[in-house]
């Protein structure tokens, strides 16, 4: 036994006991709670809490707090854990602290949660020992969210209404946004996620995990049946005519009265700290070109529109901030207008390379991004700037196996070094974690300390999930992000270079992924050969998220091939790449139906709906072409 050592359980009883606070609120209590289980879980006896020792204890609350130095400079998030004589105390100034502090405390003792599910790994102990412990941790990231659309569902497997905000919690995150779509009228807004809201608030309570609402709600805000009787308050389109599709006229008045007035009302409604007031989702021609509004860049357009509700809402919840959106047409900054005090930018670079680091100097497209945020950042303090990152995202990487650790570890220092406090990502539902769970897991481990070694923690990823393979799918990790790094330096690739003419350059860009997918297969096949258990099913998801993957890219080859002869007047062999890459789709939509139908309740079902009416019914119209005309 080494000198200090903390042993807690022994010879089939605990020498130690869980002391609690003489007044623990609910997440003290909550934090408690799970410490107790998860202990019991790791050595199969349950473990005493008391409300005093005098033994050996493992004391949890804010109210020990007093025998730690300096403990305010953690934040209400931070957390000290450390040896006390016998004692170990886990505490902080805030209650989220006490509870990162108890899962940081299971995590020394080898409890991991990678994803719901099969995700968790807990050890099993006869001897339970730490060695002393001296641990104080900062969040890097006051905010740490998870943006989760809700167009999409919980897995079936997942739906006890708290396994996502049970990962949140135990993976130290801090916030949720159920981001919603357009909708036409006020009576279609929904509730913030797709969980049950009384339940899911008290999971939130015990968690500590706040909630923001809104997302992609101007249409909402300026009621579409308007337009029959004021055509006037909606844009002026390009082709000169006024498209109730559109945003609004934001220079009419009246219209930034009833802005104002729904934007009052539904706030009344929402739980949340922001209120996200974004435009439609589209790129281009929803803003408004009347004589008024056109000599507007569209970024003050919709400044002005920020403000005015931000004007109204301070009005009744003077602490909640609402964001603006950097996206799209306003990814770039071109505002005379300065934010109200009380507007969040939300900084969101979903056309950037997900190929690259965002301060690449190697990337055109991020160096342009990147030095975007920095001009931003002129306009908005650093503590009212948020990132929106698309880690989790399938519909922008096409469903296909988009692991980036690497590249999310590189964006988060980056982030921090800039000095912004808060980052999110966004994730499609069961979707995502089939995909690229690891995205999720490393995004919330980086956010909260920024220092992490990604490589130690990749390492250590594989090590739980694939303890008879560990260095094998360390390097598979590895190499599939090299491989899936030459598409997404495109975004949306699959539908942003099938626009493209097929240089030399791209198809041989493609044969290589498709190469390097090929060669991925193999190696794993090797380490599935000798796996069992609950490895190999794992290692079969991996094998299943590749080669859906493999099916899509070579269906895109052999489109692109396809459309090529067709202008070469090459009849039958553009009909016969067409028959390839129509089979390959088909095969693709199979094998996802295959692993599981109920993915098709979250992403899953809009990516399959997509290919069907937009990739099948394309290259089939263009196979039928080929076909009349070869004969």
Not at 194 to 201: G, S, V
Not at 236 to 257: A, F, I, Y
Not at 411 to 431: C, N, S
Not at 562 to 576: I, M, N, S, V, W
Request: positive net charge; charged residues 30%; contains cysteine.
């Amino acid at each position: 036994m080494i000198k200090n050592d903390h042993i807690l359980f022994s010879d089939g009883k605990w020498h130690y006991c869980i002391v609690k606070p003489s007044e623990a609120e609910v997440v003290e209590e909550f934090a408690i709670s799970e410490l107790k289980k998860y202990l019991s879980k790791i050595t199969g006896q349950p473990i005493e809490v008391k409300a005093e020792s005098i033994g050996s204890a493992i004391k949890v609350g804010r109210q020990f707090a007093e025998y730690i130095e300096d403990i305010e400079s953690l934040g209400q998030n931070g957390f000290v854990i450390q040896s006390y004589g016998k004692d170990i105390i886990i505490s902080s100034c805030g209650e989220k602290g006490v509870l990162n502090g108890v899962y940081e405390f299971l995590e020394i003792l080898g409890c991991r949660w990678y994803y719901p599910g099969s995700g968790e790994i807990i050890p099993k102990c006869e001897t339970l020992r730490v060695t002393k412990l001296n641990i104080r941790k900062k969040p890097s990231f006051s905010t740490i969210t998870l943006f989760y659309s809700n167009i999409t569902k919980l897995h079936p497997e997942l739906e006890n209404d708290h396994a996502l905000l049970d990962w949140m919690g135990k993976n130290k995150m801090t916030t949720i946004v159920g981001t919603r779509f357009d909708k036409e009228e006020p009576d279609e807004w929904c509730s913030e996620t797709n969980l049950c809201p009384a339940k899911e608030n008290e999971e939130c309570r015990k968690r500590a995990i706040s909630k923001e609402f809104g997302g992609h709600v101007m249409t909402t805000l300026l009621p579409r049946h308007l337009f029959d009787n004021h055509p006037e308050y909606f844009p002026l389109g390009r082709d000169g005519k006024r498209n109730k599709r559109g945003n609004v006229c934001c220079s009419n008045k009246e219209v930034l009265e009833i802005i104002q007035k729904n934007a009052v009302e539904l706030v009344k409604k929402h739980e949340g700290d922001v209120f996200h007031l974004w435009g439609r989702d589209v790129k281009g021609g929803a803003w408004c070109s009347c004589e008024n509004c056109r000599e507007m860049p569209v970024q003050e357009q919709y400044m002005s529109i920020i403000n005015s509700v931000a004007k109204a809402i301070e009005k009744i919840r003077p602490n909640i901030r609402v964001g603006y959106i950097a996206y799209h047409d306003t990814l770039l900054p071109e505002s005379k207008i300065k934010p109200r005090h009380n507007v969040l930018l939300l900084f969101a670079p979903r056309e950037r390379c997900y190929g690259h680091p965002i301060n690449s100097t190697e990337c055109k497209t991020n160096l342009r991004i990147h030095q975007a945020l920095k001009n931003y950042l002129k306009i908005f303090e650093s503590r009212n700037t948020a990132i929106f990152e698309y880690y989790g995202d399938s519909i922008l990487y096409c469903g296909i196996a988009a692991s980036i650790p690497s590249i999310i570890a590189a964006d988060l220092k980056e982030y921090f070094k800039m000095g912004i406090g808060e980052v999110g990502f966004l994730m499609m539902g069961a979707y995502t974690w089939w995909a690229h769970p690891i995205n999720n897991y490393v995004f919330a481990k980086l956010a909260f300390d920024v220092e992490t070694n990604i490589d130690e923690l990749m390492r250590d990823y594989t090590r739980h999930m694939f303890p008879s393979a560990s260095d094998e799918m360390f390097a598979y990790y590895k190499n599939l992000e090299e491989t899936v790094g030459l598409l997404l330096r495109t975004p949306d690739w699959r539908y942003v270079l099938m626009r493209q003419a097929l240089t030399e350059e791209l198809k041989v860009n493609i044969e290589e992924v498709l190469s390097r997918i090929v060669k991925l297969q193999a190696k794993i096949e090797k380490v599935n050969n000798r796996l069992t258990g609950q490895e190999k099913q794992r290692l079969q998801k991996e094998r299943n998220v590749l080669e859906v993957t493999r099916l899509l890219v070579s269906s895109f080859k052999n489109e692109m091939l396809g459309t090529l002869r067709l202008k070469k007047q090459r009849f039958k062999e553009a009909f016969d790449y067409f028959t390839k890459a129509e089979k390959e789709l088909e095969e693709m939509i199979m094998l996802l139906e295959k692993i599981d139908p109920k993915l098709l309740g979250s992403f899953g079902q809009r990516n399959m709906n997509r290919i069907k009416k937009r990739l099948l019914l394309e290259i089939r119209k263009r196979k039928t072409y080929a076909l009349n005309n070869s004969l």
